[in-house]
């Protein structure tokens, strides 16, 4: 799942080589935590979220085939 989340948002942002994802397992939950650019938070989130909705649909439901429910966080440093 890191790796499909550090693709997609590496194709949406100017600068793909601040894109770090963080990963956490608790249990029966795995929380994904997208770090980006100040610059390009707007275009991962989009308006008014529906680029992050959509990411974190395509993450689900890459992920349904596992047992794990995925969290993915979009992080304001």
């Known amino acids: 799942m890191k790796e499909l989340l550090e693709v997609i948002a590496k194709s949406l942002v100017d600068v793909p080589d601040s894109v ?3 990963e956490e397992d608790k249990g029966s939950t795995l ?3 997208l770090h980006v650019a100040d610059g390009d938070m707007g275009k991962v989130i989009g308006k008014q979220g529906r680029i992050a909705k959509a990411i974190r649909s395509v993450v689900k439901a890459a992920a349904s085939k596992t047992d794990k429910k995925v969290i993915v966080d979009i992080v304001d440093d």
Do not use: G, N
């Open 31 to 33: 929380v994904l935590k």
């Open 20 to 22: 770090v994802v963080e």
